[in-house]
C-alpha cells in the first residue's frame, strides 16, 4: 500500500508537472492567457502564480485524502449485504437503500468514507486528465498534423477530452465500489 501511495503521488505531481509545462508554452506567448480554457484564467481571472498556488493547494488536498484512504481508512463490513452495487454504495453512504442520487447534492452520512473514496478516486482522474491536457496542448503547439486532422473531426477536442474525464471518473469510481462490494461478499461467506 506504501508504494502504491507514493508512485500515484509522484505521478500526480509528474502529471500536473507536465501539464503545466504545456499550459506555460502557450502561457507566456504574446496574447497567450486570453486563450486560456482553464476556468481558474478564463472565469476568474488568475495568472501564472494565481494557477500555481490555487493546483499547489488541491493537489495537497487530493494527496492528503488519498493518503487517508490508503493508510486509514478500513472497510465498514455491512450487516446485510446488498444485492447490487448501487444498493451497496447507497447503504454506505447513506445507511440505506435506494438513496445513491443523493450524491448529485448532498455530502453523506458517512464522510470519512465519502472523502476516503473521493481521495482514491480524484487521484487517478487528476492524472488522467492532466496527460490528456497535455497532449492537448503540446500537440496544437507543435502543429502535429494528425491531431490537427483530429480537430478538424470533433471541432472541439476540448469537449472529447471533458468526456473522457468524466468517463475515468465513473470507471475508477465504479471499480472502487465493485471491488469493496466483492470483498464484502467474500467477508459474508
Not at 13 to 20: M, P, S, T, V
Not at 81 to 110: C, M, T
Request: proline share 2%; charged share 15%.
Amino acid at each position: 500500500m506504501k508504494l502504491k501511495f507514493f508512485l500515484l503521488s509522484f505521478l500526480l505531481l509528474f502529471a500536473r508537472d507536465c501539464d503545466f509545462y504545456s499550459t506555460s508554452l502557450w502561457f507566456f506567448q504574446e496574447g497567450g492567457a486570453d486563450g486560456e480554457t482553464n476556468p481558474l484564467t478564463s472565469i476568474f481571472g488568475f495568472g501564472w502564480y494565481g494557477l500555481i498556488i490555487s493546483n499547489a493547494l488541491i493537489m495537497a488536498l487530493i494527496i492528503y485524502a488519498f493518503y487517508r484512504f490508503s493508510f486509514r481508512y478500513r472497510l465498514k463490513l455491512l450487516t446485510k449485504i446488498p444485492n447490487n452495487v448501487w444498493d451497496y454504495a447507497s447503504e454506505l453512504y447513506f445507511h440505506q437503500k435506494g438513496k445513491l442520487h443523493l450524491l448529485l447534492f448532498r455530502v453523506p452520512v458517512e464522510k470519512k468514507t465519502y472523502y476516503a473514496h473521493l481521495g482514491y478516486v480524484f487521484i487517478r482522474v487528476i492524472i488522467v486528465a492532466s496527460f490528456l491536457a497535455t497532449f492537448h496542448n503540446c500537440c496544437q503547439f507543435y502543429d502535429v498534423a494528425f491531431y490537427n486532422f483530429f480537430r478538424e473531426i470533433v471541432k472541439r477536442p476540448l469537449f472529447v477530452i471533458y468526456g473522457l474525464v468524466l468517463l475515468s471518473f465513473i470507471f475508477f469510481t465504479l471499480r472502487l465500489w465493485s471491488s469493496e462490494f466483492q470483498q464484502q461478499k467474500r467477508a459474508e461467506s
